[in-house]
């Protein structure tokens, strides 16, 4: 996107060689922002959903616990929202965890709209 400044020249408007001069200046673009995915599974149990929303994404217990159910009502819930490489980060954290773990727990992350 392009912000435009405009600038008149210094002369008369009566002038036929008056002009305008455009002087254009990219404007800064935010990063897309990445939401990270937690999705249910029939296997891993609940307490360690709680604990890896509580030890990644700096979540209370309370907090934690109601987006672990949602997760296991709804299916999938979202847990935070972030730049590329930070959503990328959790989810390897998260998917690194949970196999060390022997959980089947998945974290996925898109891109949002």
């Not at 008369?12 to 937690?38: G, I």
């Not at 700096?58 to 672990?68: L, Y």
């Not at 949602?70 to 959790?90: D, N």
Request: charged letters at 25%; one cysteine or more; a negative charge.
């Amino acid at each position: 996107m392009l912000e435009h400044k405009w600038i008149m020249s210094d002369k008369p408007e009566d002038d036929p060689d008056a002009s305008v001069l455009v002087q254009t200046r990219p404007k800064t673009k935010r990063p897309p922002l990445y939401k990270v995915l937690l999705l249910n599974d029939d296997y891993t149990p609940m307490e360690f959903v709680v604990h890896v929303l509580e030890r990644f994404f700096s979540m209370t217990h309370a907090q934690a616990f109601e987006i672990m159910l949602t997760v296991h009502k709804k299916g999938v819930a979202v847990v935070g929202v972030f730049s590329h490489e930070i959503a990328e980060t959790k989810v390897g954290q998260v998917m690194d965890f949970a196999r060390r773990h022997q959980h089947p727990l998945q974290c996925t992350m898109e891109r949002e709209e």
